[in-house]
């Protein structure tokens, strides 16, 4: 097994800082708000996109690219972002990420038009590409035992907790209108949050790098990208421009695109190259199962948080800042269950997940039969109990599931690891939301179900899938 090597000396008081060799709870505290920046980003602009529709003249394709140019950039390059990081140093590329993301926030916010906006988006979710994975390598290299299991759970506790403040915070910013921005604000909060940041990790992130540098591998990184790129634009962007030739297309290059992957990446192992994604990494037990578990468990979830704000704003008329408060009570119930996790782990082991998705099945069934019987005079307080449900499911199966999928990972393949993990969250995240998404937007029209129907159809489904997680993670080897 290979080890992490710390900086020299030098080279760290060459940014100013002196050497560490171990992850300090500031910093720990540090990488975990570079960690949710890029993930609040990701959710806040859901509920601000009639406003940047009214204020910008956008087309629903352009409004739907400020979304998926963001998440795109960001899964394609997430593999990418790790191992530079294993290369030139996880600190450097941590700062140069969260330099990265400030600017690009920046330039989010005064965008003139929506073309603009589209691009600045693809540029923020590129520098979110090099500012996550470093998060899951510095924890990695600088934790062991039982500290590096619980800033793990901190980790994947962050991730859920972002998602849900992302879309509470971008509907309070829209609704108070802050000095007639409009919804400028949902970007411009970034600026200062962002420079704390930076002075913060100058002075608490150890640096560290992989004491073998793996290189950066041209043609698996193309392919990869080819990949997902077929894959997400076309069922991203393919609906709401009326499927044209080229959407078709790229679905049809995706399966192709993605066995030139495998095969180049199998060949390069074989020969003693060093792959961007090492098959022996997904061969992995913890890698394996942990990613069969990932990718239902974060479709549910993305497809979720999508299809319940959009119902609280056209299906119930409860505004951003309302779809936003519905939300409290899931993200209390997350954030409690997110902190004892470690310690139920500890006792009950690989359990946890599998309760959790149980958990999670019965809070979502919950929320369909109380949207069944009480549509349409549903209030805040009727969807708690159901919220407070899903919001416990998520705390513990989410936490404990990145636990266990980086659990055997070796340290100098940490920032491989941790790409791997967020390339597929991305990823399952946008699946989730174009394929859930885009049935439930045909089915919620006057005339087919409307939105009671498709609603507590779509519920329905996603606690089906919580149940597949469920069952799938009886599977899942013990982290501890």
Known sequence: MTTTTTAPA???????????????SAGLITVLLGAALPIIDFFIVNVALPTI?????????????????????YAVLLVLGGR??????????????????????????????????????????????????????????????????????????????????????????????????????????????????????RRTVPDSRASNPLGVD????????????????????????????????????????????????????AAGGTPLLPPALLRTASVRHGLTVAVPFF???GSFMFVYAVTLQNGLHLGPLGAGLALTPMAVAYFTTSLVSSHLVTRFGRKIVPIGGLILAVGLLALAG????????????????????????????MSTLFRVVLSRVPADLAGVGGGVLTTTQQTSLAL???????????????????YQGAFVLVIGILAALALLVSGLARKLPDPR
């Open 370 to 397: 109380t949207a069944l019987l009480e549509w349409p005079d549903l209030s805040i307080w009727q969807l708690a109990p159901a919220m407070v449900l899903i919001g416990v499911g998520n705390g513990l199966a």
């Open 432 to 450: 989730g939301v174009a394929v859930l998404g885009s049935l439930f937007a045909s089915l919620s029209v006057p005339g087919v179900l409307g």
């Open 84 to 201: 530079l990081g294993d290369t030139f140093g996880r600190r450097k590329l941590f700062l140069l990420g969260l330099i990265l993301f400030t600017l690009t926030s920046l330039a989010c916010g005064v965008a003139p038009d929506a073309a603009t906006l589209v691009i600045a988006r693809v540029a923020q979710g590129a520098a979110s590409a090099m500012l996550l994975p470093q998060v899951l390598s510095i924890i990695q290299a600088g934790t062991s035992g039982e500290r590096r299991s619980r800033a793990i759970g901190l980790f994947g506790a962050t991730g859920g907790i972002a998602t849900v403040i992302g879309q509470l915070l971008g509907g309070a910013l829209v609704a108070a209108n802050l000095w007639d921005l409009s919804w400028r604000p949902i970007f411009l909060v970034n600026v200062p949050i962002g420079l704390i940041g930076l002075l913060l990790a």
């Open 10 to 24: 030098t080279a760290t008081a060459a940014v100013g800082t002196p050497a560490r060799t171990g992850l300090t």
């Open 218 to 269: 041209r043609w698996g990184t193309a392919l990869l990208a080819v990949s997902l790129l077929s894959l997400l634009i076309p069922i991203m962007e393919g609906r709401a421009l009326g499927w044209p030739w080229w959407s078709i297309a790229l679905l049809v290059l995706f399966p192709f695109a993605a066995y030139g992957f495998a095969r180049v990446e199998r060949k390069l192992e």
């Open 299 to 301: 479709c549910t979830f």
């Open 53 to 73: 529709d009214a204020d910008l003249h956008a087309s629903t394709a352009t409004l739907e690219l400020v979304v998926a140019g963001y998440g795109i950039a």
